[in-house]
């Protein structure tokens, strides 16, 4: 598979895909309390893109050697890395979860992000982990403008993570988007300055780095699908899909209610401008 770089037309299409998975997650946020199941936030979700029209990329999602995937978000809580499937079981104070949603619209676009969400009172450490993924996040995402490299992008967000005491999952990373679910390039959370990929307006990608306040081990539960930290310790996530433009990067997957970037993010003024208006 190769890199696809979108045409106006693709990025008109990329926008509204984006923007749809973000509106799901604005959707679920009030509802995302104590007591709640992440079954019923899986409801939720389903019940908002009825809403919209587009269907969620995970229902039955089955690459090579994996069971299909039964739910149409993820939902991974506390020590769940990622792919944590939806279940009976009441979320309570203390708690912090991440909500992973792609979508695809009827023209075949997809939309893929992903929040954190403190249940209640938590932990000053799984606070102070939720909010520093964030901001590696958005360190990983300043580095995005043409002729960059993905090994910027990566170097950013590690040394940032471990400079806070934090580790890097290695194994999952972020990944090209379009009209496939996953393409190319592998958008990795590590790495050199300099290196891989080189950046050209038209690519689209994820930025989705996951954090471990432990070790950076992981393992996969019998399910086929959960992936869990092996030491046990709190992990945390988040992700937005981006544009490269000819002058920057735009963040395509924004809402009225996603959460506003960090005070040292510089481009974000002129990305939402970008996606307002073009």
């Known amino acids: 598979m190769s890199i696809t770089y979108k045409d106006e ?18 959707y679920i946020t009030p509802h995302i ?51 944590g499937i939806p279940n009976d079981k009441p979320l309570k104070k203390g708690d912090i979860m991440n909500v992973d949603v792609t979508v695809i619209t009827k023209d075949g676009w997809y939309g893929d992000n992903s929040r954190m969400y ?28 043409p002729g960059a490299r993905l090994g910027d992008v990566g170097h950013a967000i590690q040394k940032f993570a471990e400079g806070h005491g934090f580790s890097i999952v290695r194994e999952y990373c972020g990944h090209g988007i379009g009209q496939v679910f996953h393409e190319d390039p592998q958008v990795l959370h590590y790495g050199r300055p300099g290196t891989g990929e080189e950046l050209k307006p038209g690519m689209t990608f994820t930025i989705e780095p996951m954090i471990n306040a432990g070790r950076r081990e992981v393992k996969e539960l019998n399910d086929g699908w959960t992936i869990v930290t092996k030491d046990h310790s709190l992990s945390a996530q988040w992700e937005h899909t981006i544009l490269v433009t000819p002058t920057g990067y735009e ?12 005070a040292f993010v510089k481009n974000f003024t002129q990305a939402r401008q970008d996606t307002v208006t073009a």
Do not use: F
């Open 118 to 145: 403190l249940i209640g009172d938590v932990s000053i450490a799984a606070k102070r982990l939720c909010t520093l993924t964030y901001e590696a996040m958005w360190m990983g995402i300043e580095q995005v403008r």
């Open 9 to 26: 037309a693709g990025i008109a299409g990329m926008r509204e895909a984006c923007r749809l998975a973000s509106e799901v997650l604005d």
């Open 33 to 83: 309390q104590p007591g709640i199941t992440t079954k019923e936030v899986d409801r939720l979700a389903l019940e908002c893109m009825k809403a919209q029209g587009t269907v969620s990329a995970t229902i039955g999602y089955q690459p090579p050697g994996y069971p299909p995937y039964p739910a149409h978000l993820c939902t991974s809580v506390n020590h769940v890395v990622c792919h």
């Open 251 to 262: 963040v395509l997957t924004l809402s009225a209610g996603s959460p506003p970037p960090p």
